[in-house]
C-alpha cells in the first residue's frame, strides 16, 4: 500500500507581504487545494477584515490560525525542507526545479518532515538573503511577462501539491535536518572556512551561498549534520594546536 503526500505537513509561507487582500486570496487558495497552514513573515498590515473579504468565509479558518515571525530564519526553524520560489533568475538563484517536479518531491519529503514553500514579497520577490535557507528554487513557467500576482502564484504551486497528492508514493525521505540545525552546522562552518582562508574574509556570505548550495542538494539529515559539525571542531582544536605551537617556537 503506497503513502499518499501529507499536506499537514506543508506550509506555505508569505514573506513581507504588503496587502492584506492578497494574502486573504492566497489564504483562499490555499483552503481550495487543501492546505491550511499559513505564515507571515513581517507583514506590513495584517489587517482580518480585509484579508477577509478576499479569502471569503469559506478560508476564515486559514486567517484565524495565520502564524506571524519576526524573519525568515525564526519561521523556517522548525522546518526540513524548504523551497523557494522565484520568477529573477541568476548565477545565485538557478531555477532548480519546476513547480510540477517540487510537488512529486513533496510527495516524499513530506511523509516525515515539515515542509514551508516561500513566496516573497509583492514588489521585489525573495532575496538571496532569503533563498539562502532553501533546499531548492522553483520557477513558474510563464510567457513573455514573468510576474504573477502572489495569490496566483500560491495557487499554482497549491494546485501542483494537490494533484501530486492525488496519487500514491512507495517511497519516503527519512527525518532530515530542520533549519535550525542546519543553521547552526552553516554558522560553524562558515567560522571554520574563513579560518583556514578557504572563503574570502571580505565577503564570506557570498562564497557561503555555494556551499549551501551544494549542500542542500543531498539534502541533509541530522545526524550527517552532527558529524560536519564534529568534522569542524576537529578542525578548529587542530589550527588551535598548530598556532600554539607557532608562537610557543618564536
Known amino acids: ?3 499518499t503526500l501529507k499536506k499537514d505537513n506543508i506550509a506555505i509561507v508569505l514573506v513581507e507581504p504588503q496587502i492584506p487582500e492578497n494574502i486573504g486570496a492566497a489564504a483562499r487558495a490555499m483552503n481550495n487545494m487543501g492546505i491550511g497552514r499559513l505564515i ?4 506590513k498590515n495584517p489587517d482580518r477584515d480585509r484579508m477577509l473579504k478576499s479569502a471569503t468565509l469559506h478560508s476564515a479558518r486559514v486567517i484565524d490560525n495565520i502564524e506571524i515571525y519576526g524573519d ?3 519561521a523556517v526553524s522548525g522546518f526540513g525542507y524548504v523551497a523557494g520560489t522565484t520568477a529573477r ?5 538557478p531555477a532548480m526545479t519546476t513547480p510540477r517536479s517540487l510537488a512529486q518531491k513533496l510527495a516524499d519529503v513530506s511523509q516525515k518532515n515539515m515542509t514551508a514553500i ?3 514579497p509583492e514588489d521585489r520577490g525573495l532575496a538571496n538573503e532569503h533563498l539562502q535557507y532553501c533546499h531548492t528554487i522553483t520557477t513558474i513557467p510563464t510567457s513573455d511577462f514573468s510576474s504573477l500576482n502572489l495569490a ?3 495557487l499554482i504551486i497549491c494546485y501542483e501539491i494537490f494533484s501530486a497528492g492525488m496519487k500514491q508514493t512507495k517511497s519516503s525521505v527519512p527525518r532530515l535536518a530542520n533549519s535550525f540545525e542546519l543553521e547552526g552546522m552553516y554558522s560553524h562552518l562558515k567560522d571554520v572556512l574563513l579560518k583556514i582562508g578557504f572563503i574570502n574574509q571580505e565577503n564570506p556570505d557570498h562564497w557561503m551561498m555555494y556551499v549551501r548550495r551544494f549542500l542542500s542538494r543531498l539534502p541533509l539529515r541530522a545526524r550527517e549534520v552532527r558529524i560536519i559539525r564534529g568534522i569542524c571542531r576537529q ?8 598556532l600554539d605551537t607557532m608562537n610557543n617556537d618564536q
Not at 40 to 43: A, C, E, K, N, Q
Not at 235 to 242: N, P, Q, S
Open 1 to 3: 500500500m503506497g503513502n
Open 40 to 43: 507571515l513573515v513581517s507583514p
Open 72 to 74: 525568515v530564519k525564526e
Open 89 to 93: 533568475l541568476g548565477t545565485m538563484r
Open 118 to 120: 516561500l513566496f516573497g
Open 152 to 154: 496566483q502564484a500560491v
Open 235 to 242: 578542525i578548529d582544536w587542530y589550527t588551535g594546536k598548530r
